[in-house]
């Protein structure tokens, strides 16, 4: 009977090891790249391991450290005029007797709906009369129009998972709007707003397309310098860069599933 | 050309680039056609899976790829696919192939298979999602009647959820039909994916009527994917 079950484990075995092979295969080969200080034909492995890159790539005075600050920036400052925008959007839509509000909605959805690469040409393009192409806030801006589609849709659930009665029992006992506002609906909805902060974040921070477009070359982001330096055929340099972007978001992502929950989850897009 | 209209960009985009429209095209359609495939598969058995350990493991390893960004997986796959790459380190490990004969995936085949890896747990997630809500009474009567796994996820799963996956295989559509990065890193060659020529346009030669009017040509495509949804949900309405 034994035996049997062992064997009814060697096909769903295989097959799983298969598929795990396909998944973490490419991962593993970013790890082994990170750490090998010698890689050549015909080593299976690396037939040198060490430190050294990640020296190179730590020290206080390198390109990476300073496009790891800037990516930071850039991604921080995206949080704020994306928040700025979809809080009093997001309290609007969700409160508000809005006409057109299906159509608002779906306008923020429309960046998402098309390739967005003929979009940034032509941004590119139109900052570049402004001088806005190759600083941080034309950057900023091409990081804001794509992630407002998160931050809008996210915000607008988690206003309208918070319970309608609750504000009037406030404003009842006398509270102002505004302080109604910041004492009750703000920070009932804080966790989805947080959430859409974080994916905010991230899509700025892995954003590759339009920083090619606007900010290159003056304005190095993180994925520009790993984009070069993957280029030049400098494995281990890219790599490291690839692994400092990777971090963040599988630490992130797991934040996040706490932070969304059903009922914010449910309302989105309703 | 200043200030005329005329479909000139047109008619050099297409005397130009007519392979490489072609190229994405086909690249993007299998893709797509793999990525519902490998979805439903991995849906289905999360759903159907009798073995309780293999069902958790898959659903544990499965989504990884969801939270791996573009530009990092374009790296991963342009050092995994290579001739000297792990996977063919691997491969020649067990013994599946020759050492002599190994060769570098980095081409077509390359694009395909990140575009997969990528976006497979995306649709799987939602797909998934979908089958876990679906009514199991009608499951467990075609398991009873002596139906088979495959043909219950066939016949009975998989036309209850097809709106979600025609969703989910739009959205990954679009999203790969706007990615430069993978395009760019896995496939140096030619004939290449329009989002490389439209930066090229741009780069080399500051020609944005060419790379506009390929812009428009990715649109179009994207159109008749849009146009395939609205007339799969009008006939849904119709139905009920």
């Avoid at chain 1, 941080?136 to 849709?153: D, E, I, K, M, Q």
């Avoid at chain 1, 190095?220 to 860069?241: C, D, H, K, V």
């Avoid at chain 2, 009017?213 to 009920?240: C, H, K, N, P």
Wanted: glycine residues 8%.
């Amino acid at each position: 009977m034994t035996a049997m079950r062992a064997l009814g484990w060697l096909p769903r075995g295989i097959l799983l090891g298969v598929l795990a092979f396909a998944v973490f295969g490419p991962l593993a080969s970013l790890l082994l790249w990170s750490f090998a200080e010698a890689w050549y034909f015909p080593h299976k492995l690396p037939s040198q391991w060490g430190f050294r890159f990640w020296e190179h790539v730590f020290r206080p005075t390198g390109r990476a450290m300073e496009a790891l600050g800037m990516s930071i920036s850039i991604a921080l400052l995206t949080v704020v005029t994306c928040l700025a925008i979809s809080v009093p959007a997001g309290l609007a839509l969700a409160r508000g007797r809005l006409p057109w509000r299906p159509l608002i909605m779906l306008a923020f959805l429309l960046p998402q709906a098309f390739p967005s690469l003929p979009i940034y040409i032509n941004v590119a393009r139109i900052f570049y009369e402004f001088g806005l192409n190759g600083t941080v806030a034309g950057v900023v801006l091409v990081h804001t129009l794509h992630g407002l589609v998160y931050a809008v849709w996210i915000t607008t659930a988690a206003f309208a998972a918070v319970d309608a009665e609750l504000e009037q029992a406030a404003r009842n006992l006398g509270a102002s709007a505004l302080r109604t506002f910041f004492t009750v609906t703000l920070p009932l909805a804080a966790p989805g707003i947080v959430a859409s902060a974080i994916f905010v974040f991230l899509e700025s921070l892995d954003e590759f397309t339009g920083s090619y477009f606007v900010g290159a070359p003056e304005v190095t982001t993180l994925p520009l310098l790993m984009f070069t330096a993957s280029m030049a055929g400098n494995y281990q340099i890219s790599s490291i860069t690839a692994l400092i972007l990777l971090v963040p978001s599988i630490a992130f992502m797991l934040v996040v599933e706490r932070f969304l929950k059903p009922d914010v989850l449910s309302k989105v897009g309703a | 050309m200043e200030g005329r209209l005329s479909i000139a960009n047109f008619t050099k985009a297409f005397e130009f680039y007519d392979r490489d429209i072609l190229f994405t095209f086909v690249i993007i359609g299998i893709s797509t056609a793999l990525i519902g495939l490998f979805s439903v598969a991995i849906g289905g058995y999360l759903v159907l899976g009798e073995n309780r350990t293999a069902v958790a493991i898959l659903a544990w390893f499965y989504r990884w790829p969801l939270f791996v960004p573009f530009i990092v997986e374009a790296q991963c796959m342009y050092m995994f696919l290579a001739k000297n790459g792990l996977m063919n380190n691997g491969f020649v490990a067990l013994g599946l192939v020759d050492i002599e004969t190994t060769q570098s995936l980095l081409d077509w085949r390359g694009i395909i298979i990140t575009f997969v890896w990528k976006q497979t747990p995306f649709v799987a997630l939602m797909v998934a999602g979908a089958m876990a809500a679906l009514d199991r009474a009608t499951i467990e009567v075609a398991r009873n009647l002596g139906a088979s796994r495959l043909r219950i996820l066939v016949e009975i799963v998989v036309p209850q959820i097809r709106p979600t996956l025609i969703v989910g295989l739009i959205l990954s559509f679009v999203t790969t039909l706007s990615v430069l990065s993978v395009p760019l890193m896995v496939s140096g060659g030619t004939p290449t994916m329009l989002t490389v020529d439209m930066a090229y346009r741009i780069n080399a030669f500051g020609d944005y009527g060419v790379a506009n009017a390929l812009g428009l040509i990715s649109y179009l495509m994207t159109g008749a994917v849009a146009w395939i949804y609205l007339r799969e949900t009008m006939r849904e309405r119709e139905r009920t």
